[in-house]
């Protein structure tokens, strides 16, 4: 029977499989770190010159760190007989998983993966075929292979290559939970030499937790094991190995239920549903309930607090709190290891990685830490145990503090001399990644007030959008459009959410607002050569119209319009309506572009408003992009454009940028800004030296001003394409209200980009509102 909640697993699993699927199967892709642009960058990468590095490596085999990808390249690898909690499903089927850890890799730590699934269900085979992969890799991490055999083929690769090999699911998983039954103790004022710990579950994953569990001051006497075959005790023959023995107990106890009483931590690394809530009862005060198997728990975390209110509740999942998960290790301790080219993980940098983490969820709420978690700034306590793994500090404090135990170790080949800049070289990784948008959805999901109209409310893009931002609690949208066609459409989409129940919408032919909002139009526009016979004509016929005036009247805190028509109508209705903010005119509306690629972020400023920008203008719309770059968590630097470099020439535009650079220089002289100067100066530090040694800005220039919109929209165009990047934007800057004008070709993903901008934003203006009327 189909249940709402069987439905909408149902339309999750789809929008899975769609993810893999487009717009190119599978999540991963190769790409060249250098251009072959000529036949002599052919004659270098390959042959001849190719031969001179091969040679350089034979002699100093060190040197492949210098002149190869290896130094920054992880094997991810799997024959696939532990996939998650899904079983041995073997190595093909374990693909997406580990594409899945490889694109985990780049993203939180910047590290290159190979993923690779071998045929090899035996230990022998799956030894011998990792260990013949060390001359392409700086380091190997194991997943998903089952125990025992995981013990042993992570024995012996150890002992066998000079390369660190992980074996994820056990050390990566007994950091993260060893870090959070810390910080859960300490909370429940709990001696761990005296807790008692049950398991379910006695694979890799739990009994390598509970080994670092003993390393910290675990009893073994007050750790019980159960498994399928139940508890673990002395003269049980089924699946009994070398591996379980110390935790054996001589026992008449032989289920979960006769061992789970008094226990103050249950760990659950096993599979889904096999903590029952009547047992939880029996537990001793305020409980810690791992509960980590994936993809489903082994207790719902709704079910657990119902049972126990006072427990400390975690899961491997992110749509809940307390996300216990090797992902909030194993990026960051590679990272570390990579970078100060480590021999091993060893025991001191795994325990190096607990403090860090444990750390982290402890610090007092930073500035940066109220960057990444925006409104929801976290405050250590029972639904805050360990960081989320979008905290960007992860990176900052894991990777230094494993990199400084393998140094002090001994195995590190390349020691890193300078912690300070390396920490500095982390940072500025963290604001190339793509966790820009972090902050944003953050603020979005806690805003109180978050209704978004949206003026193409019959557009599929937008129906889509709809739905994410309503599951994700991002925003509550009110959809403009035909009631008849927007219930036909998100049929056809198979989409769940509905008109009345889920969303508000206002129907363009026929809403009784109607009268309503034609007055408001005449009041606004009268001055402005509205008529009354136009006004009404513009809101029965102008989607735009309706939902500025539904902004206007405080129905909704935010607009996003223009998936279909020119951008410059849209503009027209959203100035005459909602209008520029005080101390702003209409001239100084602008809008800022921002790009997402490999490369790192990038702002361009006016991309579609101002055809010719007054140099007034220009320092106008860098200020107000610099303040929208900020709230990104980004400082701004901003480079005014030119085709003059530095004074090189002296045509009226770069006399304009000139005038604009001294325009900012005395009114805004915190932000760092210079120019006019071209754009290659603007991004390398090292050209604009050479031309200009006394330039204020620093660095990379990340908010290109331009002198003109062909030359701001054209740059646009071109880097999104041939950078493959995201576009977010164009963000409209200078409104009362945020209102944004989209453009044709955005994407659903878009929508629901712009749609969390829009909502911090008015979160942002409220907040500002409330500050000034304090
Ligand atoms: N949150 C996280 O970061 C991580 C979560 N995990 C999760 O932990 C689970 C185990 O992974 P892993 O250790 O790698 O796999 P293994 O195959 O090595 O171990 C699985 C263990 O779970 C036991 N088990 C399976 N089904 C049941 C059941 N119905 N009742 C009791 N015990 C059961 C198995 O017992 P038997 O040997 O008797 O079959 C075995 O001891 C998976 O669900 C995985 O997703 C793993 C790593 C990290
Ligand atoms: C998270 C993980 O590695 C697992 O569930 O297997
Ligand atoms: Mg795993």
Redesign the pocket.
């Known amino acids: 029977m189909n249940t709402p909640e069987t439905d909408k697993k149902a339309d999750f699993d789809e929008a899975a499989l769609f993810f893999h699927k487009y717009p190119t199967p599978g999540k991963l892709e190769i790409q060249a770190t250098k251009p072959l642009g000529n036949q002599r960058d052919l004659a270098l990468a390959y042959s001849p010159g190719v031969a001179a590095p091969c040679l350089a490596i034979r002699d100093d085999p060190d040197t492949a760190a210098d002149y190869t990808a290896r130094a920054n390249l992880v094997g991810v690898v799997s024959n696939g007989s532990a996939v ?2 899904l079983g041995n499903i073997g190595p093909l089927a374990s693909k997406p998983v580990m594409e899945g850890k490889a694109v985990l890799f780049k993203k939180f730590a910047g590290i290159d993966v190979f993923d690779i699934e071998i045929d090899a269900p035996e230990i022998h085979r799956m030894v011998e075929t990792v260990a013949a992969l060390e001359p392409t890799f700086g380091g190997i991490n194991l ?2 292979i089952k125990a025992p055999e995981c013990f042993e083929v992570e024995e012996q690769l150890k002992a066998r290559m000079g390369i660190p090999v992980f074996h ?2 056990q050390h990566g ?1 007994a950091i993260i939970v060893a870090a959070a039954v810390l910080n859960a103790l300490e909370l429940a004022g709990k001696d761990i030499s005296k807790v008692k710990i049950v398991t379910s579950g006695a694979g890799a994953a739990a009994l390598a937790c509970l080994n670092l569990l003993v390393s910290l001051g675990a009893e073994i006497g007050n750790i019980w094991v159960t498994d399928r075959f139940g508890v673990a005790y002395k003269g049980r023959v089924d699946e009994m190995d070398r591996w379980k023995d110390p935790y054996v107990k001589d026992t008449e106890a032989r289920t979960l239920a006769d061992v789970i009483g008094g226990a103050d931590v249950f760990l659950g690394l096993s599979a889904a549903g096999v903590l029952k809530p009547d047992l939880l009862h029996l537990m001793a005060d305020k409980p810690l309930i791992l509960a980590l198997a ?1 993809p489903n728990p082994e207790i719902m975390p709704e079910a657990a607090r119902a049972a126990r209110p006072d427990a400390m509740i975690c899961t ?1 999942r992110s749509d809940f709190p307390n996300q216990v ?3 909030l290790c194993f990026p960051y301790i590679f990272r570390g290891a990579l970078d100060c080219g480590a021999r091993a993980i060893n025991e001191d940098m795994k325990m190096a990685a607990v403090r860090a983490i444990a750390a982290l969820a402890r610090e007092e709420p930073s500035d940066v830490a109220a960057r990444a978690y925006s409104g929801e700034t976290p405050i250590f306590g029972p639904d805050f145990l360990i960081p989320s793994p979008f905290d960007p500090r992860l990176i900052l404090r894991i990777a230094p503090a494993v990199a400084k135990a393998a140094c002090e170790t001994g195995v590190a080949n390349r020691p890193i001399a300078d912690m300070a800049a390396y920490v500095e070289k982390l940072t500025r990784f963290v604001f190339r990644s793509g966790l820009i948008m972090k902050p944003i959805f953050s603020t979005a999901k806690a805003a109180s007030a978050k209704r978004v109209v949206y003026a193409d409310g019959e557009d599929e893009r937008v129906l889509r959008a709809a739905q994410v931002v309503l599951e994700e609690g991002i925003a509550q949208p009110i959809l403009i459009g035909r009631p008849q066609v927007i219930d036909a459409r998100l049929e056809r989409y198979g989409l769940r959410i509905r008109r009345g129940t889920d969303f508000d919408f206002i129907n363009p032919e026929d809403d009784p607002r109607y009268r309503v909002y034609v007055d408001l139009l005449i009041e606004l526009g009268g001055r402005r050569g509205v008529t009354p016979e136009a006004a009404r004509n513009m809101v029965r016929t102008d989607n735009t119209v309706i939902a500025a005036l539904a902004v206007k009247r405080g129905e909704a805190e935010a607009m996003i319009c223009g998936l279909e028509g020119r951008f410059a109508r849209h503009l027209r209705q959203v100035n005459l309506i909602i209008g520029p903010r005080p101390h702003i005119t209409d001239h100084d509306l602008s809008t800022l572009s921002m790009l997402i690629s490999q490369r790192g972020v990038l702002f361009l400023t006016d991309t579609y408003v101002t055809i010719d920008p007054s140099a007034e203008e220009i320092a106008e719309m860098t200020i107000l992009a610099a303040e929208e770059i900020r709230r990104f968590g980004i400082e701004p630097k901003a480079a005014l454009l030119s085709y003059s470099d530095f004074g090189s020439r002296d045509a009226e535009s770069a006399q304009k940028m000139r005038k604009a650079a001294q325009i900012l220089a005395s009114r805004v002289p915190d932000l760092e800004c210079d120019g006019e100067m071209h754009a290659d100066s603007a991004l390398s530090e090292a050209l604009r030296q050479r031309v200009y040694p006394h330039s204020r800005l620093t660095g990379e220039a990340n908010l290109l001003v331009f002198p003109s919109l062909d030359a701001a929209n054209i740059t646009l165009t071109a880097l999104r394409t041939m950078l493959d990047a995201l576009h977010v934007g164009p963000i409209l800057l200078g409104t009362d209200k945020p209102a944004h004008i989209l453009t044709p070709s955005v994407t659903s993903r878009g929508v629901v980009n712009m749609t969390a901008l829009a909502v911090a934003e008015a979160a942002h203006k409220a907040q500002a509102t409330l500050i000034e009327t304090a």
Request: charged share 35%.
């Open positions: 998650l909690g997943e998903d994820d699911d998983t994936n491997g998960n090797n992902v």
